[in-house]
Every structure is written in structure tokens, then in C-alpha cells.
């Protein structure tokens, strides 16, 4: 799958503003809420400083709450992986280094799970996690607006998780179940502070972002904007991201809760990822929207 990659290097290169832009619109998701643990869950805490991520060697497998502590001065991103089967840590590790350009060959051995961007200094935020069990990466770096450059400071560490300890799901307020390519979710959902639930069941990883349309804007406008920004006309962009909302992207088979609060009213939900089966294919991959991978909710009082 590498080589293909390689091989398509070239026509692959108009999408790249695309996928760099996702990575940016994973960066205005999930802002924290705070809510009590859930009890009968197991939870662990990942905490990072300014010299190094520590996590427990070994976490308890199945159904956990992670917390990601920042202890360090800065703004960070933090982000967790499972290793994929045939690969290694510090392959995964050396790959998430790279930059956008390294995603494509990152999800070919790491199934992402939730990212946090950014983590302010002395600040935590949690997701519950199906980790089942598996080979985890950490991967802390300084917060950046937009598309992690390469080369720059990573901090890693390393769990495994060897035994199903959580076998207790949360309950659910909202479940999203993302699949090639479409959301089945409720067309309604209640303001406010909700447990939602996303599951991966396609064979690509996904993600949703939530925006509300400008006034007269269409979701043909958010996908002419993301697909090529700068051919749009000048002016702002016909949407607006909504805080606390939507989920970065996760793997193939993963299973992710986290709480959110939407102000009443309509927004758009969407997946800007390319298709990675096109990819791989060495076609032109257009976005998981473009797909049918967008849909209208109201949120009601
Ligand atoms: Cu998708």
C-alpha cells in the first residue's frame, strides 16, 4: 500500500490543502465539558509535562475514561493510537513526526483514536474509550493552528492494554454510527450537554465536524470551501465551526464517547476526509461528503 502511495505521490498533491484543512477542523472539535466519572468504569490518567508523556506501562482494556492532563507551559496537541497489527510503536512514532504528508503511510500501521487540540497548560480533558485490547501511542506536540508541521517536538509514550477490565458502556444521549459514507444518527438532537457516541463501523477512518451555514449558504458551499478555499470568493467562509462538538478522526472499528453542548438551532455535520480506498487506488479521492457523508440536525431545547 506504501508503494502505491509513493506512486501517486504526484496526482495526490492537490488534495494534500484538503487533508491539511481536515486536520485543522480537528483541531476546533471537542472542547471540554465537564462531567463525572461514570462509575463502574475503569479510568486511567495520561499526563505530559515538558520533557515527557507518562502513562501507566500497563492500562486496563475493554471500556475506559482516559483523561489527558497537560502539565506543561504550553498548548499542547495530544493524541492517542492503537498500533496496528505487523506494526511497531516507534514505526507509528517516527511516521506521526512527519507532518500531513506522512498520514497517508501513519494509517497504514495506527488506528487513530481521540486527539485533543489543544490541551491548554494545566488544564485535562477525557473521552471514555473502547480500547479493547491493543498496543497504544501517545503523541504530544506543541499546539499549532492547522496542519502539524514536520519536525517538530514530539513527545511519546507507549501502553498496552492486555486484559478486557471495562465492561461497562456509558449511556448514551446521541449515537452517531459512521460507516462509507454516511452518519445514522437522529435528525434531532437536545441543546445542551450530551454523551455521544461514535462508532467507526466503515472501512476507512471518519470523523464529523459541525458547523452552522451562513446565511443563504448550502452544503455545496462548505464543500466547494473545503475542497478548494482559494478558489472561493473572497469574503468569510459560509459556515461557522460550532464549539464543543464533533470528533476528530478515529479508525476503522473504533468506539469513542464524548460529551458536547449544542445551542439550539441547524447544523451541518460532515466528513472532509478523502477517500482513502481512492487513494490506495491511485484515483483522484474525493472528499467523504462528496460521498454522502454530510447531513442536516437540529438541535431543539
Ligand atoms: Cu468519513
Redesign the pocket.
Same mark, same amino acid.
Given at each position: 500500500m506504501k508503494a502505491t502511495y509513493n506512486s501517486t505521490q504526484v496526482r495526490c498533491s492537490w488534495w494534500l490543502p484538503g487533508l491539511l484543512l481536515l486536520i485543522l477542523l480537528s483541531l476546533s472539535a471537542c472542547q471540554p465539558v465537564q462531567a463525572p466519572a461514570a462509575s463502574g468504569i475503569p479510568e486511567f490518567t495520561i499526563v505530559v509535562s515538558d520533557a515527557a508523556v507518562s502513562a501507566p506501562a500497563v492500562a486496563p482494556g475493554g471500556i475506559v475514561r482516559v483523561t489527558v492532563k497537560n502539565d506543561s507551559s504550553i498548548p499542547m496537541d495530544i493524541g492517542l493510537a492503537r498500533v496496528l497489527e505487523g506494526s511497531t510503536p516507534e514505526e507509528v512514532i517516527a511516521l506521526a513526526q512527519g507532518g500531513g504528508e506522512a498520514i497517508i503511510p501513519l494509517l497504514t500501521k495506527a488506528s487513530f483514536l481521540p486527539s485533543f487540540n489543544p490541551v491548554e497548560p494545566g488544564a485535562d480533558r477525557w473521552a471514555y474509550i473502547d480500547l479493547r485490547t491493543g498496543v497504544f501511542v501517545v503523541d504530544a506536540a506543541e499546539h499549532v493552528e492547522g496542519a502539524p508541521g514536520a519536525g517538530a517536538l514530539h513527545l511519546n509514550a507507549t501502553f498496552t492494554a492486555n486484559e478486557i477490565v471495562g465492561t461497562v458502556a456509558p449511556q448514551a444521549d446521541v449515537t452517531v454510527e459512521?460507516v462509507?459514507?454516511a452518519y445514522a444518527m437522529p435528525d434531532e438532537i437536545p441543546a445542551g450537554p450530551q454523551l455521544w457516541e461514535f462508532t467507526n463501523n466503515?472501512d476507512?477512518?471518519? /470523523?464529523m465536524f459541525v458547523v452552522s451555514l451562513a446565511e443563504g449558504a448550502g452544503v455545496e458551499d462548505v464543500m466547494a470551501f473545503l475542497g478548494d478555499p482559494a478558489a472561493m470568493p473572497p469574503g468569510p467562509p459560509p459556515f461557522e465551526f460550532a464549539p464543543d462538538a464533533g470528533i476528530p &478522526?478515529i479508525g476503522v472499528g473504533e468506539r469513542v464517547w464524548l460529551e458536547s453542548s449544542l445551542a439550539p438551532g441547524e447544523y451541518l455535520v460532515g466528513? &472532509?476526509?478523502p477517500d482513502v480506498a481512492a487513494i490506495f487506488a491511485g484515483e483522484m479521492p474525493l472528499m467523504? /461528503?462528496q460521498h454522502g /457523508?454530510v447531513k442536516m440536525i437540529k438541535v431543539v431545547e
Open positions: 459512521m462509507d459514507f466503515g476507512q477512518w471518519h /470523523m &478522526p466528513c &472532509p476526509i467523504h /461528503m /457523508m
